[in-house]
């Protein structure tokens, strides 16, 4: 039967898939919008099975904070082209992504895709039909929430990189933001020596020791010469001991401590496409 570009572009606007394939869809239905609907998520599931061993290392991740700044989330979502993580319609698309998981906060990846995309789709099924617009392998590869008195999202220009900073004090936006930034840009890997995995802290030693060994050092002191090198390592490699960007005369615990005694950072998480 023939369909008018009308319809074609009604099914367009529900779908987002491309103006042929919305067209085939309905004629193939007798112009039944719901049937042409699920020929056009077959089509996705087809693609998607195709690509499942595909490589999908490119794609957005998207840092979002709601509106009472209590709660924070990063999500990544990937495809497999540079090309494609440029378009904006996938950016809308993963920025929706991002708002669902604030909205629900869900456990984990798994429960994220498991949410209601709208009435007609969850937002695994949403993927499988986006898969078969575009033609990329595309997956929810990560989720981290932060709740905390003040949280802030930040978003560095591209979309490649991201963090989300919870602070135990009220109303600390600007603050939170500044050392967001710090988290983004210095990527520590724990908020101090506390945090730092024993696994971590067992192979800095080991690497001090070798590298004192290497230079000479007297066996004896190469262990003295190890442990002050994990110092150097506290403050370069974990958040509270770094030297704050903006004034590296402070490290981020005392600039906190200075913006309102006690103000701390109670968790941080951090993600790079790069």
């Not at 979002?64 to 990937?78: F, L, P």
């Not at 996938?90 to 669902?100: D, M, N, P, R, T």
């Not at 000479?216 to 403050?235: D, S, V, W």
Request: net charge negative; glycine share 6%; charged share 30%.
């Amino acid at each position: 039967m023939s369909v008018t570009a009308a319809d074609v572009n009604k099914l367009r606007q529900q779908t987002g898939a491309g103006m042929m394939d919305c067209k085939k869809a309905l004629v193939e239905a007798n112009g039944d919008f719901s049937e042409a609907i699920d020929i056009l998520r077959k089509k996705g599931q087809k693609v998607a099975a195709n690509r499942e061993d595909r490589d999908a290392s490119e794609g957005l991740v998207m840092a979002v904070t709601s509106e009472d700044e209590k709660n924070g989330v990063i999500v990544v979502v990937n495809c497999e082209t540079d090309f494609v993580a440029k378009n904006d319609d996938f950016g809308v698309f993963a920025s929706k992504i991002a708002s669902i998981a604030l909205n629900s906060m869900p456990a984990d990846v798994e429960a994220l895709k498991n949410l209601r995309w709208d009435d007609r789709l969850s937002v695994s099924e949403k993927i499988i039909e986006q898969t078969g617009v575009i033609g990329e392998k595309i997956q929810i590869s990560s989720f981290w929430k932060i709740s905390a008195d003040t949280v802030y999202a930040y978003n560095h220009p591209g979309n490649r990189v991201a963090s989300v900073v919870g602070l135990n004090g009220k109303n600390k936006a600007e603050v939170a933001k500044d050392v967001a930034m710090q988290v983004a840009a210095m990527a520590p890997i724990a908020l101090d020596e506390e945090h730092v995995p024993k696994e971590v802290i067992a192979k800095e030693i080991e690497i001090g020791k070798e590298l004192a060994i290497q230079e000479g050092k007297p066996a004896e002191m190469a262990e003295k010469i190890a442990m002050g090198r994990l110092q150097k390592f506290y403050k370069e490699a974990t958040l509270l001991n770094q030297q704050y960007i903006k004034d590296n005369k402070l490290s981020v615990k005392q600039f906190l401590d200075g913006t309102e005694k006690g103000l701390t950072v109670t968790d941080f998480k951090r993600f790079s496409l790069l």
